[in-house]
Structure formats: C-alpha cells, structure tokens
C-alpha cells in the first residue's frame, strides 16, 4: 500500500513538473517567435512592405527616444512596438516630458511629440510617430553622408546663430535636428559655392548682390544646385531683378494685404494661409501658416526651360498694397492689385523636347540655350521663419518640407495613413420589423414560456 501511495505521488510530481515545464517552453517561445494577426479591413495595424523591407535590412541597432504627451503615449508606444516586432534593433523607449524636462531640453526638441532617432553618433529628429514620418527619418538615418546646407553670408542677411526676434536661429535649429549641417558661407570672399552644398538658403539680403556672387549662384544653379531664397518688400530692386532674369519668377514688390487675417487675431499684414495649391511640398500638408509682410511673386508666363509651381497663394479677399509709404491698409482702386498673391513658388527643371530634324534643303535651327538643372524655392516672406513668426501653427514644418524637397537623395517613401473606412450598418422596412418582433416579442415570449415550463415542472416534483 505505501509503495503504491509512493508511486502515486511520484507520478503526480512528475506530472506537475513536466506540466510546469511545458508552459515555461510555451511561453518562452511565445515571447521569442509571436506572431501578430491583423484582421481589419485596412490593415490599419500593421506596417507597410516599403517600412518592413527597412527594417528587416537594418545595418545596426537603431535606439529610439519619444517624447509624447501623456495623452498620445499608448498611440506612441502602439506605433514603436510594431516597429520593434520587426527588428529587433529597433529599440525605443517613451520619456515623460513634463516629468523629465532635463532630457527634453538635452535633446534640444522645439515642441512636445517629437521622436529622436540615434544611431551611433547621428540623430535625427521627427515630429509625430506616423508611419511615413518614422521611415524616412530612418532612411535619412542610414546616410552615409550628412547632407550640408550653405546660408549666403554678407549682404544683410539674418545671422543663422541669431535667437533675437528678427534672427532665424530656431529655423536654423530645426534643420540641425532633422540631420542637416548648416554653414554660413561668405560668398564675397569664396566666389564659389562648396561642392558638397545640398542646397543653399538665401535668406532676406538686404543690400544687391555683387556681380561675382550672381556669377557663382547662377552657375552653382545651372549645373543642378538647388536654391531657397526669401524676399520681402523692401528686397533691393537689384535682387528682384535677378531673381527674374535667373529663376523667371518676379518680385514686382508691394505688400499683401489679407482682411481675413483678423479671423485668426491677426493684422491684415499677416495673411493666415489654410489651404494650398497642388505641389510636392504642400502634398498632404494641412497646417495653417502665417506669412508676415509678405510681397508677391509672379512667375513668368512663358519661362522657358523651367516648370513654375505655386506653393502659397493667399485668400480671394486680399489684395497687393502698392504704396508701402501710404499707412491707409485699405484697397484702392486704380492703385492696387487685387488678389490672390503668390506668396511661394518651387521651380524645377522642365522635359527637354528632342531637336526637331531640319527639313531637306534648309539651315538647322539656331541652337536653343540649355535649360538650368537646378530646383529652387522661392518665398515672399522672411518672417515666416524668423523667431518671432516661426512657432506659428505649420510655419517650421512648411520651411523644413521645403527644404527637404530640395535635398531628397530619392529614396524617401510616401507612406499614404490607413484608417478603419465607415461602413454604415442601414436597416430596411422588413429588417427593422424583423428585429423588433425577435427582441420584443418572440425572444421574452420564449423566456416567459421557459420559465413557465420549470415552474411547472417544480411543482410536479
């Protein structure tokens, strides 16, 4: 009898053991290999090829550092694991920034949401944690190269290290934080500009550029440079007639003026822009945007070798003040212009045709004059993205688009956002009678007589 008590026992030691050992495995391997089943109908919850692909070719550990509001944390931390599913160099981890503002501030971040992405000594920074803004801040991330900017230096221009009111230190800063390495360059002395400038940023010059430093942007153009160049009203008239002859888009000057802009609080001298037309840089981009003393730019009609794109335009009530001594904002007939203004303006390379063949017995045509390679963006305002302008709503945001279409290296993605669609569950006529007589009829009918039944059945017994 004790032997078989003994056997018993053992049998069920080795039983719990070998149980208890199953379940370890089980979820071990669970929490090495799951898996993940996304059933909605847009896939809503999972990554698309283009990101997977990324991710599963990363070179190296990538560490992720997110700064959400407490609101929007489980979101950040939904987003960040889903990356990490795939990869696991993929690291990250969710900081408070109100708990911890010593770290928000080391970083150096301009506003709550923002995400660093590091990889050894490289960071980069973007502003939510949507899908497309996480890939290419990886994609920018695994450049070899870091790409740099060039700020024309010498002609009046705002310093790029200026914090003051009329500095544009932070848009400086913003640029520095999505991985771009920002110069000043003296074109006066250099004559040239660098051959590693991504782009070069011609920021409100303030007196004409000398005729060598036109020579050297013409020519840094022409051969593929790309451009970002602000004018305001009180541009010099040598430098809008440059910016005509070289990029075909004039600044016949003027101040626009937008009445809709008390709306938003604002002076009229403020146009407050909350929609755009179609272009590269405005391609999903919502946010409203303040121009401050903003003049108009004209693309010219019959521009050849060039493709002009509005970027900005202001609202059909405003209009072109002429007279900027005159301190009456109101239009006046006769005097000046009426609305909308072009307020920005991209300029690309457009398709050279083929050379038509001459015809039997006739000269060849004269050669036409070879198109610029090069891409520009032209804006009517600096003080969109001065310090005093530039925390405005989508200013920074419409600025950096800018300047990250002019630097793209091509192999961005665009990464369309997927939501769950509306599917509308409408009942008909007979549906609806249906539905009724089941929930409120037949069903507790059939409760009541089921009841009845035990009842009745109790009392037999």
């Not at 560490?63 to 690291?91: C, G, N």
Request: net charge neutral.
């Amino acid at each position: 009898m004790k032997q078989r008590n003994a056997l018993l026992t053992t049998n069920a030691v080795v039983s719990v053991v070998l149980v208890a050992a199953l379940l370890v495995a089980i979820n071990y391997l669970g929490s090495q290999h799951h898996v993940r089943w996304d059933l909605t109908a847009t896939r809503e919850h999972s990554l698309s090829p283009q990101t997977i692909k990324v991710l599963r070719t990363l070179p190296g550990p990538i560490d992720v550092v997110a700064f959400p509001d407490p609101d929007s944390a489980a979101e950040y931390r939904r987003m960040l694991s889903t990356y990490q599913y795939y990869s696991k160099d993929f690291q990250y981890r969710i900081v408070d920034p109100v708990r911890t503002p010593e770290e928000f501030q080391r970083y150096k971040l301009t506003s709550i949401g923002q995400i660093v992405l590091q990889r050894g000594k490289a960071s980069y920074t973007v502003d939510s944690d949507t899908e497309e803004q996480l890939t290419n801040g990886i994609l920018h991330l695994l450049e070899t190269t870091k790409k740099v900017l060039y700020e024309l230096q010498g002609e009046g221009e705002p310093g790029i290290d200026d914090f003051s009111r009329g500095g544009v230190g932070t848009a400086r800063q913003a640029l520095v934080n999505k991985g771009f390495d920002v110069k000043p360059l003296p074109l006066v002395q250099t004559n040239q500009v660098p051959d590693d400038a991504a782009a070069l940023l011609i920021i409100g010059p303030t007196k004409d550029l000398q005729a060598h430093e036109r020579d050297a942007i013409e020519h840094y153009y022409q051969n593929g440079g790309k451009l970002f160049m602000t004018v305001d009203p009180q541009t010099p008239a040598g430098v809008r007639a440059w910016l005509g002859s070289a990029l075909h888009v004039d600044a016949p000057g003027g101040l626009v003026i937008d009445p809709l802009a008390r709306l938003f609080q604002q002076s009229p001298a403020v146009p407050i822009i909350t929609q755009y037309p179609p272009s590269d840089i405005t391609q999903n981009f919502t946010l409203a945007t303040a121009f401050p003393l903003s003049t108009p730019l004209e693309p010219q009609p019959k521009a050849a070798g060039v493709m002009i794109t509005p970027v900005v335009r202001s609202s059909d009530a405003s209009y072109v003040k002429v007279n900027l001594e005159s301190r009456d904002v109101r239009f006046e007939p006769g005097v000046d212009r009426k609305g909308p203004a072009i307020l920005a303006a991209q300029v690309t390379p457009a398709p050279v045709p083929a050379p038509a063949k001459p015809a039997a017995g006739k000269a060849p045509a004269a050669p036409t004059p070879v198109p610029p390679k090069g891409s520009a963006v032209i804006f009517g305002t600096t003080g969109f993205i001065q310090n005093s302008a530039i925390a405005f709503a989508g200013n920074q945001d419409l600025f950096v688009s800018a300047v990250a279409w002019l630097t793209q290296s091509g192999n961005l993605v665009s990464i369309a956002p997927r939501t769950s669609p509306f599917d509308a569950f409408i009942i008909g006529g007979s549906q609806g009678r249906l539905l009724f007589l089941g929930s409120v009829i037949v069903i507790p009918l059939a409760l009541l007589a089921v009841g009845a039944s035990v009842s009745y059945w109790r009392r037999r017994l």
